[in-house]
């Protein structure tokens, strides 16, 4: 191929890739406005190595649930959490506690109303009733379970909506901080925080009138 040939092609090829249409601009993102919806987004996540498995890898910690409680933690003695309390309880030593005897083993109890329960009420928007209260359940380690315990009553009916709000905000902590659930039992709706080495506990749920 002669090197007039050659030049005719080049000339050829660059007037064909002028003449291409220009592509289009990429739109900006719209501005933000203080009307628009907020979007959600996942925690990361953690793979293994083949893919098959994940976590959040976010690590919590025991200290994210005393910023949670208003600095309750398993494991605390039943005195030291009374002194936490905006409201003590009187007699919170071992032998004046009641038994829990729908657990196994030892467990011993006190409650305290849930409107005189300082920051573990969660600022709470929807009705508890005027019964419903907060119990702390101990064994010889300390501290095993928070059971929030929301009964209906005439000016709060459903505390269907407060239960819910509470479980939200502990639901959130990871497994090996506390293990959350949320269940009812009569007109109760019951939600339990339970330190997540405890054991059998961890399944065992409480029911109205059972003690």
Request: charged content about 15%; proline content about 10%; overall charge positive.
């Given at each position: ?30 501005a933000?406005?203080g009307?628009?919806k907020r979007?959600?987004?996942p925690p990361?996540l953690r793979?293994?190595n083949?893919?098959?498995s ?6 919590q910690?025991?200290?994210d649930f ?5 600095g309750?933690?398993?494991?605390m ?7 936490l309390?905006p409201?003590?309880?009187?007699k919170p030593s071992?032998?004046?506690l009641?038994l ?9 109890f ?6 005189s ?8 928007t929807a ?5 419903g209260?907060v ?6 380690n300390?501290?095993?379970?928070l059971?929030?315990r929301l009964?209906?009553?005439?000016t ?16 959130a902590?990871?497994q ?10 009569g ?25």
């Amino acid at each position: 191929m002669g090197p007039r040939r050659i030049a005719m092609l080049l000339m050829l090829a660059a007037t064909q890739a002028w003449a291409q249409p220009a592509p289009p601009p990429v739109p900006a993102p719209p501005a933000a406005t203080g009307s628009g919806k907020r979007i959600l987004l996942p925690p990361p996540l953690r793979w293994d190595n083949v893919m098959l498995s994940y976590r959040p890898a976010l690590q919590q910690t025991a200290t994210d649930f005393a910023t949670l409680t208003g600095g309750l933690a398993f494991g605390m003695a039943p005195a030291a959490l009374n002194a936490l309390l905006p409201e003590p309880y009187p007699k919170p030593s071992w032998s004046d506690l009641a038994l829990a005897n729908e657990y196994p083993g030892e467990v011993r109890f006190f409650g305290v109303p849930i409107g005189s329960a300082g920051a573990l009420r969660m600022n709470l928007t929807a009705c508890t009733g005027a019964r419903g209260y907060v119990v702390f359940l101990f064994n010889a380690n300390g501290l095993l379970r928070l059971s929030y315990r929301l009964i209906g009553d005439k000016t709060c009916p459903d505390t269907n909506e407060a239960a819910q709000e509470i479980f939200a905000r502990y639901v959130a902590l990871g497994q090996g901080v506390a293990t959350s659930v949320r269940y009812r039992t009569g007109n109760t709706q019951v939600v339990d925080i339970t330190d997540p080495t405890a054991g059998y506990l961890t399944s065992v749920h409480w029911n109205q009138g059972g003690n």
